[in-house]
């Protein structure tokens, strides 16, 4: 079976909560013995999952990240097809409330765009295979347990996905600096998927044709754009406002 690392105390504790039997491996950077190392070790042992005490250089040799002084080494998780998120918004009695991000590329980026969709209640983040971030270790780290709980998907052919879920009645919103209509004057309260640009070059020429509302963020201060993963949060908490409303 195929390994990958997660790294952090907030990605380690949720794979440990949520999926216990990917846990192969962990390591604890030595020098720690408050209550959360125990809580966790206490948890390892129970599953009967292998840990040790090392040094600092050992994590560092591991993975590229901020690790905060554990490391965990994981069986590969489950990636979601096209078809598992078609036909779980289609048994599902909720409005789907989706997130689609066109081409960004850094991880953490991405990890911190995954974190607020947890937060807003986004039931899946939909990504291109091509050109785009996947969820490497940093971006499980910034994530803070986010990948082990929202549904990512990557898709082959973003522009055709995006037709099919325009097939089950989804409104895509996305957002451009040249629109008309600003974030304050869209309809987030139904079936929606808010479709977000890459850094700096936005969303792509088909992307943008298969949107059924662009909308832009109010600017007023001297700065043109907002970073993604700001202007990922900016939206979605717009968008949960009027869910809730």
Known sequence: ???????????????????????QQVWIQTGRQDKRVKSITDALDALGVRWQVVHRRELDERVSGVHQGIVAAVSESREWTEDDLLAQLAASDEPPFL????GVTDPHNLGACMRTADAAGVQAVIVPKDKSASLTPV?????CGAAETVPFVRVTNLARFLRSLQDQGIWLIGT?????????QADFKGPVALVMG?????MRRLTRE?????IKIPMLGHVDSLNVSVATGVCLYEALRQRLG
Do not use: I, N
């Open 139 to 143: 971006a499980r780290k910034v994530a």
């Open 176 to 184: 451009a600096g040249e629109a008309q209509a600003t974030l304050y």
């Open 99 to 102: 997130l689609v991000l066109d």
């Open 1 to 23: 079976m195929s390994e990958e690392f997660v790294f952090g105390w907030h990605a380690v504790e949720a794979v440990l909560k949520r999926e216990p039997e990917r846990l």
């Open 210 to 214: 298969h949107c059924d509302q662009l």
């Open 198 to 202: 890459a850094e700096g070059k936005g």
